[in-house]
């Protein structure tokens, strides 16, 4: 069978002898769950004992540090992401899953969509990296001058996840549009929201291009809408995220503390998945003030019958952020 992204079988096996671990943990995100048995039954095959992580997992934010230590594993064996938590807590193997797939028909579907713009910034997820130069090829061909940020942040020039555009905001005033190379809206969402430039998303998978503007206005209008309600609000939640990733101690007290002196009522709550169930369960709190994963706030607002504001939409509701400021260079940390 053909698979689209390489997982480094051939490694799994080789950093498990290697090692001499006896017991791996397998995190996989949810589009390769699938894939879990199969490398599992590779890993034993290579003399490990495997587990996998069958709880969700959305990023490398997620990396199930207290699970392996809990179950004795010698190494996380980590699918999809690449490095982002520094830690000692427990070896992990990064397999970023890289996509084995031609980006050239979408790029080229692209270059219509860009005609009104000469100036343009390459951005992918890191299942694309390896194709940015032959996008760029492929642009400059087209009469494109071409800019691919690298400010350090992410692994690879170019990368970005879902709450990290740094590679694009360091680019953004060279040039008058992005190109998001990979599938979905997702991420290309989350170019248009930080660099306030028009986005075209290159989808290798389905094959196609075509712009984000409209995803945009929408998730926009509703932030908006969600700030203004949560100015009404008088009691609060101020979410801390549990993931490893994720933890924001001090900006959820920074938060508090700041909702305090505007004479709103706040509580703190924990959290590893931020779910309207669970939000449900504390009727009197009437918004919360999520500084875990910003995207849950930003993407799943319809799903949550209380306003979930962001940390910076926050900052916009007391006054010491402007919305123009937000829309210009906000969403994604200060
Ligand atoms: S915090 Fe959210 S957007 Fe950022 S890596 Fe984790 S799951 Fe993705």
């Not at 009469?143 to 970005?160: E, N, P, R, W």
């Not at 990290?164 to 549009?177: H, W």
């Not at 706040?266 to 999520?290: G, H, K, S, Y």
């Not at 319809?302 to 260079?329: A, D, I, N, Q, R």
Request: aromatic letters at 6%; proline letters at 4%; charged letters at 25%.
């Amino acid at each position: 069978m053909k698979r689209t992204f390489d997982l480094e079988e051939t490694r799994l096996r080789k950093e498990i002898t290697k090692r001499g671990a006896k017991l791996i943990l397998i995190q996989l995100p949810e589009g390769l769950k699938a894939e879990g048995p199969r490398l599992a039954a590779m890993a034993e095959e290579a003399g490990a004992l495997a587990i996998v992580s069958a709880d969700p997992c959305y990023g490398a934010c997620d990396l199930v540090l207290a699970d392996a230590e809990s179950l004795g594993a010698d190494i996380i064996i980590h699918y999809g992401h690449s490095f982002q938590i520094k830690q000692e807590r427990v070896p992990t193997i990064y397999i970023e899953a890289r996509a084995k797939i031609s980006v050239k028909g979408a790029v080229k579907e692209a270059i219509p969509l860009l005609k009104h713009w000469s100036s343009i910034g390459l951005v992918t997820t890191v299942q694309h990296v390896h194709t940015l130069n032959e996008a760029r090829e492929l642009l400059i061909e087209a009469g494109k001058t071409v800019s691919i940020g690298d400010a350090g942040q992410a692994k690879y020039a170019g990368q970005v996840t879902g709450c990290d555009y740094s590679n694009a905001r360091s680019i953004s005033k060279e040039v008058d549009a992005f190109l998001f190379i990979g599938g979905g809206r997702f991420h290309a969402v989350g170019v248009a929201l930080a660099t306030a430039k028009p986005t075209i998303i290159a989808d290798p998978y389905e094959k196609r291009a075509y712009p984000i503007r409209d995803e945009v206005q929408r998730i926009l209008k509703q932030r908006w809408a969600s700030i203004s309600e949560a100015k009404k609000a008088e009691k609060f939640g101020v979410l801390i995220g549990l993931k490893s990733g994720q933890k924001k101690v001090e900006e959820a007290m920074e938060a508090k503390e700041k909702l305090e002196k505007k004479g709103k009522k706040t509580t703190l709550l924990a959290l590893r998945e931020i779910t309207p169930e669970t939000l449900m369960q504390f009727p009197p709190i009437d918004a919360f003030v999520n500084t875990a994963c910003p995207r849950v706030s930003l993407d799943d607002a319809s799903s949550f019958p209380k306003p979930v504001l962001t940390f910076e939409e926050m900052l916009v509701m007391v006054g010491e952020m402007s919305w123009e400021e937000l829309c210009g260079k906000g969403w994604f940390g200060r």
